[in-house]
């Protein structure tokens, strides 16, 4: 197991109010569970905590949950994973997939 | 939207979504509120939100129910100790308000991880559940996942008053590959998938009178199914246990000399294997209602 936290800068979250979270994914073998919460921190970033069975590839994550701040406006949202085994390829679309929860008008 | 959804395809929230009416479904103790399982950190699992287990209220064709459903791909929608206190808890809650609950079943029983504190929870499940038999609020169960309900929650949507299967759930106690662990191949061939669903799968159970409802491999089947079923409770009580334990040994005296699922069938009024084997559930039902009359009164 390892577990890790740190803050990435981002342009502030355009949503409706009244969502608080979202999630995607699930806890199995090479999946990750993915929430969303408002409202964490600053406006302008986007904590994230990450727990993983899979211990030595921090400098991944951190590359991975980075380049997602940059791309989309989660500013003010505080990320939480857990992870067993992800490929980076599902990290970022399970990200895509709780930010779109989020975000968006879900069936 | 034009997909057909699949009830066994989807993940344990669709499924309540699907079930509920639109937009009346309110989770308890949703995911924000990390109520994680306090043992897995120390063998080094990952845990989960929600512990593998979805709980709220919700209406369905207006009437209020308490909904649970199973995440099968986390730890096997095993029961730990937070899970099964989750389950406990909505049943407790459904006996006090009198209001009927519904659990949608996607699990192998007890984490082993936490073996004692699953077992108990399951027993405790299980009072609750008779709670609410004895205040006459329904008590349903759904198995029409992949994993099915096997060992505690097997036993548990057995004490419930109604099961609602699709063809593709299975009921049983000990899986497939425990039995052959245990029997060998030559009595129990657990890879072979026919052999496995017709003795434990929705059709066989229907068949059997272990299931009350056999419907399409959809939430709306089964949500039609359910709405259909609020209404009822049976008592559980001396009479209607003894009653059960002569069906049940009744059965075992006219089964346990046969070897193929297909006699069983067959001795139940099915007169067409292969066409009921390919017949949908709806179909199968049709079929089992017009071998009814050659068998007497297997049927209640």
Redesign the interface.
């Known amino acids: 197991m390892e577990k890790f936290a740190k803050a990435f800068p981002s342009r502030p979250l355009k949503a409706p109010k009244d969502r608080r979270w979202a999630l995607a994914g699930v806890v199995g073998s090479g999946n990750l569970e993915v929430m969303f919460e408002r409202n964490a921190g600053g406006p302008d970033r986007m904590e994230c905590h990450v727990e993983t069975s899979i211990p030595g590839y921090k400098n991944s994550w951190l590359a991975a949950l980075a380049d997602f701040a940059g791309h989309y406006p989660v500013g003010g949202t505080k990320v939480t994973i857990h992870d067993q085994g992800a490929a980076p390829i599902l990290v970022t679309l399970r990200l895509r997939q709780a930010y779109n929860h989020l975000t968006k008008a879900t069936t | 939207?034009s997909q057909v959804e699949l009830y066994h395809e989807q993940?344990a929230?669709q499924r309540v979504a699907a079930i509920a009416d639109a937009g009346s479904f309110a989770e308890i103790l949703?995911?924000?509120e990390r109520l994680t399982s306090p043992y897995l950190?120390q063998l080094?699992?990952?845990?989960?939100?929600d512990d593998g287990i979805v709980i709220g209220r919700a209406t369905i064709d207006g009437k209020k129910v308490y909904i649970a459903a199973q995440?099968g791909?986390?730890?096997g929608g095993s029961v730990g100790e937070i899970h099964g206190a989750k389950l406990t808890g909505l049943f407790m809650a459904a006996a006090r308000n009198r209001v009927p609950c519904v659990v949608l079943i996607e699990s192998g029983g007890v984490r082993l991880h936490e073996g004692s504190a699953g077992e108990i929870a399951i027993a405790e499940t299980m009072r609750a559940i008779f709670d609410c038999r004895a205040r006459k609020v329904a008590t349903i169960a759904v198995i029409g996942s992949d994993i099915g309900a096997y060992g505690g929650m097997g036993i548990l949507s057995a004490c419930c008053d109604f099961r609602v299967m699709t063809e593709h759930g299975r009921l049983g106690v000990s899986g497939p590959i425990v039995i052959e662990k245990w029997m060998g191949k030559q009595a129990y061939d657990s890879s072979n998938r026919a052999l496995v669903w017709k003795t434990s799968g929705g059709k066989t159970k229907y068949l059997l009178n272990d299931a009350e409802a056999l419907v399409h491999d959809n939430a709306g089947a089964v949500r039609a199914a359910i709405a259909k079923l609020l209404r009822k409770s049976g008592p559980v009580n001396l009479e209607t246990a003894k009653a059960r334990q002569q069906e049940l040994e009744k059965r075992l005296k006219r089964f346990s000399g046969t070897a193929d699922p297909d006699d069983v069938w067959k001795s139940l009024g099915v007169r067409d294997i292969e066409r009921a084997s390919l017949a949908s559930a709806p179909e199968f039902v049709e079929l089992v209602k017009a071998g009814k009359a050659t068998v007497g009164k297997i049927r209640r």
Do not use: K
């Open positions: 939207m993940t929230r949703p995911p924000p950190a080094g699992i990952p845990v989960s939100f995440v791909p986390f730890i």
